[in-house]
């Protein structure tokens, strides 16, 4: 049971999610110099079912790894991509079982192929430019 709403340290410190995190930031800070540079406002990303990644968890080590620098209190939007499963005989997707995955067409008993799920991409990265008093 998880009481709340802060994680233990514990779960912040989850090696995978701070990893990804630390990535995620390293690319949206080269967006971000590549325009002109400025303070992160939002970063949009794509998560693939198959990634193990916990959306939570990976929201909290943002935001642990944010604090303290100038880009503290940017978010973080999360798009969740559900893994599709496709058997190329059928020419159709075919429904994920319960539990785990299934490899093999209930119907043809061929192997199925799975789409998406393995994404880990930077979206969109919105940031305000540094010193912006001034209105266009
Ligand atoms: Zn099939």
């Given amino acids: 049971m998880r009481g709340g709403c802060r994680p233990g ?6 090696v995978h999610e701070l990893s990804i995190a630390t990535e995620v930031y390293r690319t949206s800070r080269a967006a971000v110099a590549e325009h002109g540079g400025g303070r992160l406002v939002c970063v949009r990303l794509a998560v693939g ?4 990644i916990e959306p939570e968890l990976l929201g909290f080590a943002w935001e642990a790894l944010l ?4 880009d503290a209190g940017a978010r973080l939007d999360v798009e969740w991509r559900p ?3 496709h058997c190329p005989a059928c020419a159709a997707a075919k429904p994920r079982g319960d ?3 299934l490899r093999l067409c209930p119907d043809c008993g061929q192997p199925l192929t799975v789409e998406g799920g393995d ?3 930077v979206l ?4 305000e430019q540094d010193g912006g008093e001034g209105h266009d």
Avoid at 49 to 52: Q, R, V, Y
């Fill in 9 to 14: 340290a514990a779960e912040v410190s989850r």
């Fill in 49 to 52: 079912e198959l990634t193990a």
């Fill in 67 to 70: 604090a303290g620098s100038g």
């Fill in 83 to 85: 893994a599709r499963q």
């Fill in 99 to 101: 539990g785990s995955w």
């Fill in 119 to 121: 994404e880990l991409d």
């Fill in 124 to 127: 969109s990265v919105e940031f």
